[in-house]
């Protein structure tokens, strides 16, 4: 899939003349991990652990290519591949959805009673642990292998982040959604740090402005956390349920999502996690 992907967005930049890839500090996802990879080293030499060492590349080689693959092709191709295909974006439909389900958009509800030192947690929540996340456990399911083969987790982890980043990329290009702020913008009556941000990434001619449906920022941390639940202690269970839930509920107090496309991220991770847990059969570590 990674090969795919990368292949079509060496297509797309030639017949652009874009660059292949974005710069790297533009792709958060891969920067994130770019930052962390120097620990994720140094810890597995200060542990000993010369045979994960020695692998560690080839291993994790398949998650630098999904990620820088999956930012580029969205950042620097989806705008003009919606428009190719001529798809109207869905705003109205999600906010009728939200009606019937909520009885408002489901952000509305929160406008005006969440207090400033909440909202700086979701903007930390956003920006920093749906970002660091998958690094983070990802790098736990390699150093829990010790010297023995690549563990399954490990695989199984590397393979949903996949499937959940690509198709959820393909469902932005087919069911467009600018979000909230884009069509009931003027409803909201409490001023938040996201409506500055927010405009900013959007309207910059490499962002992508339709990257609403699903929530990938709930999908991702949800499906870690299914994948990982089996085989991690109570403790790492609460701490992965707290972070997914805080990011989830960002996208919400944030207004960068309508509550349909938290609960079609949900649908999503529940699904990807279902693919990935039988194909991967996982043993112990």
């Known amino acids: 899939l990674v090969l795919v992907a990368l292949a079509a ?41 010369r045979a994960a060492l020695r692998r560690f590349f080839l291993d994790w080689l398949p998650i630098y290519g999904a990620l820088a693959v999956y930012e580029s092709l969205k950042h620097l191709h989806a705008n003009r591949i919606t428009e190719w295909l001529g798809i109207l974006p869905k705003d109205t439909l999600m906010l009728k959805v939200d009606e019937i389900l909520f009885g408002k958009a489901l952000p509305l509800w929160f406008d005006g009673w969440v207090p400033q030192w909440a909202i700086e947690i979701m903007h930390f929540s956003y920006v920093w642990v749906y970002y ?87 999908a991702v941390p949800w499906m870690l956390t299914l994948l990982l639940w089996s085989s991690v202690r109570r403790w790492a269970r609460v701490l992965c349920v707290t972070a997914a839930t805080l990011v989830t509920a960002s996208t919400i107090v944030l207004r960068f999502h309508y509550g349909i496309d938290v609960l079609a991220g949900l649908a999503w991770a529940g699904l990807v996690a279902f693919v990935v847990a039988r194909q991967v059969p996982l043993v112990p570590i």
């Open 9 to 49: 967005l060496i297509a797309l930049g030639w017949a652009t003349g874009a660059p292949i890839f974005e710069p790297v500090r533009r792709s958060r996802l891969t920067w994130s991990l770019l930052l962390l990879t120097p620990l994720l080293l140094l810890v597995l030499l200060l542990s000993g652990r």
């Open 132 to 218: 660091l996340g998958p690094t983070a456990a990802l790098g736990w399911a390699y150093f829990a292998q010790g010297d023995r083969e690549t563990s399954a987790l490990f695989l199984r982890l590397r393979r949903g982040l996949t499937f959940t980043l690509l198709g959820g990329y393909v469902m932005y290009l087919l069911i467009p959604v600018g979000g909230p702020l884009f069509l009931i913008g003027d409803q909201f009556r409490q001023p938040i740090v996201t409506q500055p941000v927010i405009t900013k990434l959007v309207f910059d001619s490499l962002r992508y402005a339709w990257d609403c449906f699903p929530s990938l920022h709930t």
